[in-house]
């Protein structure tokens, strides 16, 4: 099999990959350098495709400021999951009414350190949390967050732990009104890198039967629609485009909430960072378990403990670039740490070049999102992944 698979320019412009290659050149592996011009592009492509719709970028997918500063300098509000972030968003001067508490797992007095920062929409999934967030943000906006099919199709599912069933939204939100909280809305999440745009489609109709019930039988009148992420980035698996998904939703939304559509809000992460980014990474050292092993085992310095999480399960699979050229062989990639549960892909057999020597860097693709903040702090005394930008 002859290399090198991977074609640099199916992921990046070649402008944006000589700027990121200039500055990886210059500096010790591992580290991610970040193209803040793709970001630019890509937000400024979900607002076309979505002209209709607010976005709150999920600052977990990547909180650093020089993103945090590029998505306030453009208008965008924020998804914060925790008082963590949302000191952050603060300390940049993003106002608290540009923040929504979106994490259904909160502790009460966190709920009052958002009310008291200003923050006033909040969601939830369950009792307990919206009686704490009408006790701690008296008259906030809340909404709720409902389960969803879906997470077959995604290549990160978030289902199971987040949401509520359909009949518990609805008494959740008809009790909010009790409790004195402004029963807003409802949100769903799809599963992040959702591959199958249908499941947008049953969600949206589980949300139009909640819109209608409270209408008709409670006078309760929801204004809003939080579509979450699922958005795809460009990873080995090819997913849809940005244009089919906005394309599609947007008819999913007007077959059931006509023209007159209500207030629309997208949660992206993975789709506005992933392709930012480059982790550039060093091999440490090439084995064969015996003479005979048809299978080289990459040892990279980069691994599930730095960065590199989710290729849990070998969810995500990222696409692996290097300079060598020739023939290539299946390989094992672990990282660098004494953990055996540190292997990122055996199952799926990347093919790599055979000449490729200790000491080769690595280029894992579309590695802006979900990396840097994943990274532990000292597992096996490995410092976090570190994080340059262009
Ligand atoms: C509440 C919420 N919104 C949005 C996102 C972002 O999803 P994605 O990265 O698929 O765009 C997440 C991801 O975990 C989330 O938990």
Request: glycine residues 6%; charged residues 25%.
């Amino acid at each position: 099999m002859s290399a090198n698979p991977i074609q640099i320019e199916d992921y990046y412009t070649q402008e944006s990959f000589q700027k990121i290659k200039v500055l990886a050149d210059t500096k010790e592996t591992p580290f991610v350098v970040i193209d803040l011009a793709t970001i630019s592009q890509h937000y400024d492509a979900l607002t076309e495709h979505f002209p209709y719709a607010n976005v709150y970028y999920a600052v977990k997918a990547n909180p650093a400021n020089e993103i945090l500063e590029l998505l306030r300098n453009k208008g965008s509000n924020f998804d914060v999951a925790s008082i963590y972030e949302l000191d952050k968003l603060l300390a940049l001067g993003i106002e608290a009414s540009r923040c929504s508490y979106g994490n259904t797992i909160k502790k009460a007095r966190d709920i009052r350190y958002f009310y008291e920062k200003g923050v006033r929409m909040f969601a939830t999934d369950s009792e307990a949390d919206l009686r704490n967030i009408a006790k701690a943000a008296p008259g906030a906006r809340v909404y709720v967050r409902i389960l969803t099919e879906g997470s077959h199709t995604a290549d990160w599912p978030l289902s199971r732990k987040f949401g509520c069933h359909t009949d518990m939204a609805i008494d959740l939100l008809i009790l909010a009104r009790e409790l004195g909280l402004e029963p807003y809305g409802i949100s769903f999440h799809v599963g992040s890198q959702q591959r199958d745009i249908g499941v947008w489609d049953a969600a949206i109709a589980k949300v139009k039967v909640i819109f209608e019930r409270l209408k008709e039988e409670d006078d309760i009148t929801l204004k809003m629609i939080n579509l979450g992420g699922g958005f795809p980035a460009n990873y080995l698996m090819r997913a849809n485009t940005l244009e089919t998904y906005a394309e599609e939703i947007t008819r999913f939304l007007k077959e059931d909430f006509g023209d007159e559509l209500p207030e629309i809000i997208l949660e992206p992460g993975r789709s506005l960072i992933s392709n930012s980014g480059v982790l550039v990474s060093e091999i440490v050292l090439i084995s064969r378990k015996s003479h005979t092993a048809l299978h080289r085992w990459i040892f990279t310095d980069v691994g599930k403990f730095s960065g590199l999480i989710e290729t849990l399960d070998e969810s995500i699979k990222f696409p692996i670039y290097t300079e060598k050229q020739g023939e290539s062989e299946d390989v094992i990639l672990a990282g660098p740490t004494c953990d055996s549960a540190d292997i990122m892909y055996e199952q799926h057999k990347y093919q790599l070049p055979l000449n490729l020597a200790s000491g080769d860097r690595l280029y894992w693709f579309s590695t802006g999102a979900y990396t840097t903040s994943y990274s532990s702090i000292e597992f096996n005394g490995f410092p976090p992944l570190k994080s340059y930008f262009v």
